[in-house]
């Protein structure tokens, strides 16, 4: 069964640490991928995607991901946070057969501490 | 960028009632979506929505929900009558097209808590 999991529910770093979230993914074939973040009282805004070509891809605010087909991960990652980062971070992931079902990890809630 | 908005962003209604969750999706966008996410679990996908068909649904959209957008206008859901299973928080979604690379555009959500 296709499925995103994000193994970290809570993650506290302090402000201008490096960060990693965590995201394994299962699907048959290689899936779009997608990291999303929701700041409070928003709506999910996309931080990047990845669907083919340079398995680095560069989102907004710095943040980029790494897509691993080796071991099925989408790995978020920021070299320096800073406090306004603080949100939930959601990974999710589609079919590459046009299937309108985004598939959404638990999420993880980053806590930057100053 | 394009904004999703949901309206309420929370409503409390009694066991049995019909309640309507309103949303206002990106203007130019056709494909129209709605996500549950149950307190402290996965979001998860209802149904989707293009020229005024459902075109794939998922287990958890019961007989008891529909949708549609009338005239253009908002994006609803409604669920009639509802249970107490379906305290969540709903999210509306809406996107440009329909293919797996496209971007779908989230509304902060309704939270509804039946009693």
């Known amino acids: 069964a296709q499925s995103v999991t994000q193994p970290d529910a809570r993650v506290t770093v302090s402000e201008g640490a490096s960060l990693q979230l965590r995201c394994k993914y299962s699907y048959s074939g290689t899936p779009y991928l997608f990291w999303y973040v929701q700041y409070q009282r928003q709506g999910l805004q996309l931080l990047l995607k990845y669907y083919s070509g340079d398995p680095v891809v560069q989102g907004v605010n710095g943040f980029e991901a790494e897509f691993s087909k080796s071991d099925s991960s989408f790995h978020l990652r920021k070299a320096s946070v800073h406090w306004s980062d603080s949100a939930v971070y959601f990974c999710a992931a589609r079919g590459q057969g046009g299937s309108a079902k985004l598939i959404f990890g638990e999420g993880t809630k980053l806590t930057v501490s100053s | 960028g394009p904004k999703v908005l949901q309206i309420p962003s929370h409503q409390i209604i009694d066991m049995g009632q019909m309640v309507t969750l309103n949303c206002d999706p990106v203007s130019n966008h056709l494909y129209f979506y709605w996500y549950k996410q149950i307190l402290g679990q996965q979001m998860e996908f209802l149904v989707n929505?293009?020229?005024?068909?459902?075109?794939?649904k998922s287990k958890l959209f019961k007989d008891q929900f529909s949708v549609e957008r009338p005239d253009g206008s908002y994006f609803t859901l409604k669920i009639q009558p509802t249970a107490l299973e379906d305290s969540a928080v709903y999210f509306c979604a809406s996107s440009l097209g329909l293919a797996s690379a496209e971007t779908l555009y989230f509304g902060s959500g309704t939270r509804l808590t039946v009693l």
């Open positions: 929505f293009y020229n005024g068909k459902v075109m794939e």
